[in-house]
């Protein structure tokens, strides 16, 4: 069965400081692989989206994910951090022909300005 | 720009009362999905439909049922509404293809049953 691990629960950074969440899946097949955010208050939405291609994606507000497939790992970085970006943050993968995203539990960052 | 709309925002029912959620999508979407959203569980599938008139569990089926009429309206329903489904719910939607399988959200529904 597809799972994903998200390994950081709540992480707390001070602005200016550099983000790396870690996701890992598990499925054999090809992976659509998604970052989705969810600001306090607000629904959540797509960060960033890997299909194929360049396993390097940019996504919004300066937000980048690495698809390294020898790993089954899909991390999100953002090299300097805003007190705007504390939020929720999911990782969710799709693989093959299923309809469903299957979803990690979330990683709840807190940035101190 | 896609939207995915709920009926409420806030619903607060008593234990046992019938509870119909509505989500209504605008870009002809075929899935819709309903989750809901608990603290330290992530979202949780409850059911989704690829087409009108059809409907697949998801992983926390039981307590829920759901209907699918029209393409553009997913309806949730607790049939006998338990103080165990206090929960946000989020509403989705998303087409099926190979390389678009975005799923967009609505705004949620914090149910709050007494």
């Known amino acids: 069965a597809q799972s994903v691990s998200q390994h950081n629960h709540h992480v707390i950074l001070s602005e200016a400081a550099s983000l790396e969440l870690g996701c890992n899946y598990s499925y054999g097949g090809t992976v659509n692989l998604f970052w989705y955010v969810q600001y306090p208050g607000q629904h959540l939405q797509l960060l960033l989206k890997?299909?194929?291609?360049d396993p390097l994606v940019k996504g919004i507000k300066g937000f980048e994910a690495e698809f390294i497939k020898s790993k089954f790992s899909f991390n999100l970085r953002k090299p300097s951090v805003q007190w705007s970006d504390t939020a929720e943050y999911f990782c969710a993968v799709n693989g093959g022909n299923n309809r469903k995203l299957i979803w990690g539990l979330g990683t709840s960052l807190a940035v101190n300005p | 720009d896609v939207k995915v709309t709920q009926s409420s925002r806030y619903l607060v029912k008593r234990t046992g009362e019938k509870v119909f959620l509505e989500c209504v999508q605008d870009m002809d979407h075929e899935n819709m999905f309903w989750y809901r959203q608990d603290p330290g569980l992530g979202l949780r599938l409850i059911y989704f439909?690829?087409?009108?008139?059809?409907?697949e569990k998801g992983d926390i089926p039981e307590g829920y049922s759901v209907s699918r009429e029209k393409k553009e309206r997913f309806s949730l329903i607790l049939e006998s509404a338990s103080t165990n489904q206090t929960s946000m719910y989020l509403c989705?939607?998303?087409?099926?293809?190979?390389?678009?399988?975005?799923?967009?959200f609505g705004p949620g529904t914090r149910l709050t049953v007494l």
């Open positions: 989705a939607s998303s087409f099926w293809t190979r390389t678009n399988r975005v799923q967009f």
């Open positions: 439909s690829y087409d009108v008139k059809m409907k």
């Open positions: 890997y299909f194929s291609g």
